[in-house]
């Protein structure tokens, strides 16, 4: 397993052995676990990645694809947007979710405000700058 996948299987222990907590970086930040397939392989992946709620849907939440500032985007944003849905664990619940990417000036505010909460997203924006755009996706419970 790779370094990074390594990681990825402590946290999503932690997440899941804790009721939807981790310590560590993350400790306090809301995290998802989200399910998507490989477009090309078919396989199950699980990413825990952090998310922001949506102000007035409870069943909305947006992820953020910054692959930490890397100059491509990460192929869970590839996988989602191809599939069009997926599934995420957030806390102790597990659902299903519709994905949409954002664009534009709602592309702009949700990142904005994500970046307000935790400045290491505004890292991550400079970091791409003249590069890629960051993608913002919405999972909406479906």
């Given at each position: 397993?790779?370094?990074?996948?390594?990681?990825?299987?402590?946290?999503?222990?932690?997440?899941?052995?804790?009721?939807?907590?981790?310590?560590?970086?993350?400790?306090?930040?809301?995290?998802?676990?989200?399910?998507?397939?490989?477009?090309?392989?078919?396989?199950?992946?699980?990413?825990?990645?952090?998310?922001?709620?949506?102000?007035?849907?409870?069943?909305t939440v947006y992820v953020f694809a910054t692959k930490?500032?890397?100059?491509?985007?990460?192929?869970?944003?590839?996988?989602?947007?191809?599939?069009?849905?997926?599934?995420?664990?957030?806390?102790?619940?597990?659902?299903?979710?519709?994905?949409?990417?954002?664009?534009?000036?709602?592309?702009?505010?949700?990142?904005?405000?994500?970046?307000?909460?935790?400045?290491?997203?505004?890292?991550?924006?400079?970091?791409?700058?003249?590069?890629?755009?960051?993608?913002?996706?919405?999972?909406?419970?479906?």
């Open positions: 397993m790779s370094e990074a996948g390594n990681w990825n299987a402590q946290i999503i222990e932690e997440f899941r052995t804790h009721e939807g907590k981790v310590g560590g970086a993350f400790e306090g930040a809301p995290l998802v676990l989200t399910h998507h397939r490989g477009r090309k392989t078919g396989r199950e992946h699980v990413t825990p990645m952090m998310y922001l709620p949506d102000d007035t849907e409870p069943d930490g500032g890397a100059p491509t985007d990460p192929d869970w944003y590839r996988n989602l947007t191809a599939a069009g849905d997926g599934t995420i664990e957030r806390g102790t619940e597990t659902y299903r979710v519709t994905v949409r990417d954002l664009t534009g000036a709602e592309r702009d505010r949700v990142y904005a405000e994500q970046a307000s909460r935790y400045p290491g997203f505004a890292d991550y924006a400079r970091k791409t700058e003249g590069v890629r755009v960051i993608p913002v996706l919405e999972l909406r419970r479906a």
